[in-house]
T-cell receptor, first 116, second 116 residues
Framework: DQQVKQNSPSLSVQEGRISILNCDYT??????FLWYKKYPAEGPTFLISISSIKDKNEDGRFTVFLNKSAKHLSLHIVPSQPGDSAVYFCAASAGAGGTSYGKLTFGQGTILTVHP | DVKVTQSSRYLVKRTGEKVFLECVQDMDHENMFWYRQDPGLGLRLIYF???????EKGDIPEGYSVSREKKERFSLILESASTNQTSMYLC???????????????FGPGTRLTVL
């Protein structure tokens, strides 16, 4: 039962254009969402997050949008750069209530390729 | 600087062998996690620990056990390795924040395990 889904295994974008990565979730208890970026032979690194009380969070070229009614979030990268080429994982947590222990549920990942 | 280290980057074992994967963090974090990453499946949680000698099953604990004798060290044990345990294994840690998830789940570089 995949509670966090990234339905696009890969995405190819031209340098300078916008990259949009999508993520859907089914568990209505999730209240915190994160995006991680992973290069080959390295562990994932945190990129950006959003709480369920917000619908948008921005950090430089990265913006995450949350649509709670649709149980959907997206990561926008503008402008895309070749160094952004990596695997992007969406993750979610049911943190409220003090029992999550920081436990995250991850999606399958989307391979982003940014062409020069 | 935050550091999670894993004992091996690459490991090749034979079916039936007992395998130990070691993870050490130097950030004094309470929570530690073991994931496996497989293409098309993303990161799946095997086990996690929220304190010394405490452990909780994740989503796919079958065939694995863990040990946390010291706060900084979390070991994953494959009691009798099988070919379907060939995977990338990732360790992560995060501090205790009263149960609230944080942005800072730090990952190690991963161990690529091949079981022949």
């Amino acid at each position: 039962d995949q509670q966090v889904k990234q339905n696009s295994p890969s995405l190819s974008v031209q340098e300078g254009r916008i990259s949009i990565l999508n993520c859907d979730y089914t568990n209505s208890m999730f209240d915190y969402f994160l995006w991680y970026k992973k290069y080959p032979a390295e562990g994932p690194t945190f990129l950006i997050s959003i709480s369920s009380i917000k619908d948008k969070n921005e950090d430089g070229r990265f913006t995450v949008f949350l649509n709670k009614s649709a149980k959907h979030l997206s990561l926008h990268i503008v402008p895309s750069q070749p160094g952004d080429s990596a695997v992007y994982f969406c993750a979610a947590s049911a943190g409220a209530g003090g029992t999550s222990y920081g436990k995250l549920t991850f999606g399958q990942g989307t391979i982003l390729t940014v062409h020069p | 600087d935050v550091k999670v280290t894993q004992s091996s980057r690459y490991l090749v074992k034979r079916t039936g062998e007992k395998v130990f994967l070691e993870c050490v963090q130097d950030m004094d974090h309470e929570n530690m996690f073991w994931y496996r990453q497989d293409p098309g499946l993303g990161l799946r949680l095997i086990y996690f620990s929220y304190d010394v000698k405490m452990k909780e099953k994740g989503d796919i604990p079958e065939g694995y056990s863990v040990s946390r004798e010291k706060k900084e060290r979390f070991s994953l044990i494959l009691e009798s390795a099988s070919t379907n345990q060939t995977s990338m294994y990732l360790c992560a840690s995060t501090p205790f924040t009263g149960g609230l998830v944080t942005d800072t789940q730090y990952f190690g570089p991963g161990t690529r395990l091949t079981v022949l």
